[in-house]
């Protein structure tokens, strides 16, 4: 079939395909709207649960799920919306024809400028089809573009963590390769964008465009450009198409600044302030997290009121308490680290027994680490890695009420923490409780 896109066949096949195109927009259009509502509260919480635990890779893969769903969201029901205006009017036309302007008996004056700002109504049905299929065409042109904002910073990141920052690359390599790699990203990134908002102006100049070439070369494999770059320069040499798309450019803007405007019924109290003293956010404890759809905070415990003789206290693990771990216990950190992003295919583990002691002495650090009080009574730490109610890792213990008097107390978990080459003690979590022994 590629063979044969110059056969007047195919040219002929193409266009009845182009006049019955809007019956496939419809129907991929109405699926799609389903389809991204029904996942949008999914990722939304995926991203919200990647923050919360400090999961870099799924927060940013979730992120831009989620800014993809909005755009389709929001371009295909305008898509629907213009769609079903333009059935419409077809309808209309059916029955009415053309616009009929002696008909309506209107003032010279208005009868001119209507005839001049309103026109004919096939070309109101006209201007309708172009705005559907563009939009409906650039929709997806989108999601690319978010794709090729999102593979850059990746590159940058990739360059920066396992190029610059890599203790296994000899230093020549590392620095000498690494940051004219990195100027070279940074600075090709705000030429192609450059190039991008002027329409591709840098192309246009001979000298100039010679200079360029490389770095756009470079940048189609980066954005994958390659793969939708036939859509880029069909828009391009569309004035109608060229204008539209930056027309829905304000558009997105508005729409964020819309979303983030929110009402504040006080200037002291809201309701995600983290617990301390005087407040006790429901993220801090269990019965509350089982019954509402909030995210585990750092520290939780069982309820608000206890009125067992033992406390639980359970501590959700992040990455950064692993480094913690390596900044006091040196001996812990490995050669590799193998944080982040794994390939189950091939994964044998030898040396069990090793690893276990080393587990051991991980915990060992980490009790160091963190110490628990109850107001002014500190208690031994003795956190075992455990799971929580919700499948979520991290750290357990139990501490005893025996000695505890009835009323409110106040749990704080604290850690120490190396600033200046000097060791300070850190509050992680305050959460209030009240001791009510049955």
């Not at 389903?34 to 990722?43: H, K, V």
């Not at 090729?148 to 963590?161: E, P």
């Not at 590392?174 to 600075?187: D, E, R, V, Y």
């Not at 206290?313 to 992003?341: C, Q, T, W």
């Amino acid at each position: 079939m590629s063979q044969d896109y110059n056969n007047p066949g195919f040219k002929k096949l193409l266009q009845k395909l182009q006049e019955e195109s809007w019956q496939l927009e419809l129907i991929i259009s109405g699926f799609a709207i389903f389809g991204l509502f029904t996942i949008y509260d999914p990722i939304q919480n995926s991203v919200h649960e990647a923050k919360n635990t400090q999961q870099i890779y799924k927060f940013f893969i979730s992120l831009i799920a989620q800014i993809s769903c909005a755009i389709l969201i929001f371009n295909l029901i305008l898509h629907v919306l213009l769609r079903g205006l333009w059935i419409g009017a077809l309808g209309l036309r059916y029955v009415s024809g053309d616009i009929d302007y002696d008909v309506l008996n209107y003032s010279e004056r208005f009868t001119k400028y209507l005839k001049k700002k309103v026109g004919s109504f096939d070309k109101y049905i006209g201007t309708l089809e172009n705005y559907c299929s563009i939009i409906f065409a650039i929709s997806f042109l989108l999601i690319f573009y978010v794709l090729a904002i999102s593979f850059t910073i990746v590159s940058i990141a990739l360059i920066g963590n396992y190029v610059i920052s890599s203790d296994t690359l000899p230093g020549w390599i590392s620095k000498g390769i690494g940051i004219p790699l990195m100027l070279f990203i940074c600075i090709g990134m705000l030429i192609t964008f450059i190039d991008f908002v002027t329409l591709g102006y840098l192309k246009k100049k001979k000298w100039i465009s010679k200079i360029y070439f490389p770095v756009y070369w470079v940048f189609s494999i980066i954005t994958l450009s390659f793969l939708y770059r036939p859509l880029v320069y069909n828009f391009l040499d569309h004035k109608f198409g060229r204008r539209l798309s930056f027309i829905l450019v304000p558009f997105y803007l508005l729409i964020l600044a819309i979303t983030s405007f929110h009402y504040e019924s006080s200037n002291y109290i809201h309701a995600n302030i983290r617990s301390n003293t005087i407040i006790a956010n429901n993220e801090n404890y269990d019965d509350q997290l089982a019954t509402n759809k909030k995210f585990t905070g750092d520290v939780t415990i069982p309820s608000k009121v206890i009125t067992t003789s033992h406390l639980k206290i359970f501590m959700l693990y992040h990455e950064n308490i692993e480094d913690r771990v390596f900044a006091f216990n040196s001996g812990l950190k490995p050669k590799r680290d193998k944080r982040g992003l794994q390939n189950n295919m091939v994964n044998v583990n030898f040396g069990g027994s090793n690893r276990d002691s080393l587990r051991r002495e991980y915990l060992k650090t980490f009790n160091y680490i963190y110490t628990v009080q109850i107001d002014s009574t500190s208690y031994p730490s003795e956190f075992i890695l455990a799971q929580n109610f919700k499948n979520e890792l991290g750290f357990e213990t139990y501490i005893s009420l025996d000695s505890l008097s009835k009323g409110k107390h106040v749990l704080s978990v604290s850690r120490l923490r190396i600033r200046k080459k000097d060791t300070i003690n850190w509050i992680v979590e305050r959460i209030p409780f009240w001791y009510f022994k049955d």
